[in-house]
């Protein structure tokens, strides 16, 4: 179904529905990092070690379940459509978020921020798979950026109900913000391209086939890769940026909280300049490399740049998210990047093979700290996953104004 054939009124109703729902999900996604240091220390975690190992596992945890998660929706919304996870996902995050607010010990964290992350991995790529392919080819750039630009401000949201309310209930409102977006989902339609693939006799969401075939097998790692820095960035200058600041010699108390809004300030300004200038300059390749320049930068000024206070360290996390931005645009290139029938499996599970990486990013972080400190250990891994970015980037394929009606033969 395109513009031609449906009403633009229903086309915005998705982009909005879609919107909303990336923003619950960046809300649920993001609050543990903002409340990581309070919520631990309210169960009984003392130190500065301890809080940052534990962090560091339930963050591992979180990302773990998005990783699986990732590869349930995804199979999903090929095999069942693209509405169905829509559904699903929102009611089991909304729920084990809830939860969230009620744990008493660490393992029963671990084990709720694990079953969150499966309910919160489905959300994005099933969203941007439906804008994508109800919109035409020509404005479909800036259906997922609208959708990102929206979704990214749930982060900001989390920052601020995180610092002005107890943590518990932090979590609570996630849950309630779930099961009220959940009614006003009610009515979407399913996307036209996924009810015509269902009279056609081919495999649908076979994720394994995406491992047999060596072309398609680079195409999706580029997919993967190229998004890693901006994990890299979340996941541990962001998220850990107290304890960076510590070492930087900033006397001035930085709050990981008011880090990730600013973070995600920055974020909401670069999706929509990635999407708009990938629609303006007609390439999605070129945009994505020129943000991971600009990142490349940001994150060097970051880690030895950064000792003049609050005020300069926020404003760097402000740039850390502009040049992060391009997450939308990615999205938007892995959608573009498979026929309809493994689409919603390459979307989903690409944000969320990202969103996973923090495990072994942050393992490696941790591995290398007691040998080089936090500055050199946070910068071997930059190192390495711009490098990655940068490769995938040059060999990926420029999908800007491709035909998505099409299947996979597999």
């Known amino acids: 179904m395109t513009e031609s054939s449906s009403s633009k009124k229903s086309i915005s109703i998705i982009v909005v529905v879609a919107a909303l729902g990336y923003f619950v999900d960046i809300y649920d996604l993001i609050l543990f990092s903002i409340i990581r240091v309070p919520s631990l220390k309210s169960i009984g975690i003392t130190g500065a070690e301890d809080i940052l190992s534990n962090g560091v596992l339930l963050l591992n945890m979180q990302m773990a379940g998005m990783l699986i998660g990732g590869i349930i929706w995804g199979i999903l919304g090929d095999k069942r459509g693209r509405i169905s996870v829509l559904f699903g996902s929102i009611i089991l995050y909304s729920l084990a978020n809830a939860a969230n607010g009620m744990v008493q010990t660490v393992p029963q964290y671990a084990v709720l921020r694990f079953i969150a992350g499966i309910g919160l991995a489905g959300e994005l790529g099933a969203g941007i798979t439906l804008v994508s392919e109800v919109m035409t080819k020509e404005s479909r750039g800036y259906g997922p950026t609208i959708v990102a630009t929206i979704g990214i401000l749930g982060a900001v949201a989390a920052a601020l109900v995180g610092d002005a309310f107890e943590w518990r209930i932090a979590y609570y409102v996630g849950g309630g913000l779930g099961i009220i977006l959940l009614f006003l989902r009610i009515g979407v339609y399913e996307s036209g391209m996924f009810k015509n693939l269902l009279a056609q006799n081919t495999s649908r969401g076979a994720f394994f086939k995406l491992f047999t075939n060596k072309k398609r097998f680079y195409k999706y790692v580029k997919c993967i890769l190229i998004g890693m820095p901006l994990w890299y960035t979340i996941g541990i200058l962001v998220t850990f940026s107290p304890e960076f600041a510590l070492k930087m010699g900033i006397t001035e108390t930085i709050s990981a909280g008011k880090a990730v809004m600013y973070t995600y300030i920055g974020l909401a300004i670069g999706d929509f300049g990635s999407g708009f200038l990938s ?42 998210g502009i040049g992060c931005g391009y997450w939308a645009l990615f999205v938007t290139i892995a959608s573009e990047q498979f026929g309809t029938n493994l689409r919603a499996t390459v979307t989903t599970t690409t944000p969320n093979f990202i969103r996973g990486s923090v495990v072994p990013l942050t393992l490696i972080f941790q591995w290398l700290k007691p040998q080089f400190d936090i500055i050199y250990s946070a910068f071997i891994v930059a190192i390495t996953a711009l490098l990655l970015a940068y490769i995938s980037a040059f060999r990926m394929e420029e999908t800007y104004g491709k035909d998505l009606n099409y299947v996979e033969e597999i």
């Open 279 to 320: 629609q303006l300059f007609k390439t999605r390749r070129k945009i994505v490399i020129a943000f991971l320049l600009f990142t490349n930068i940001i994150i060097i000024l970051y880690l030895f740049v950064n000792h003049f206070g609050s005020f300069y360290f926020y404003f760097i996390c402000v740039l850390l």
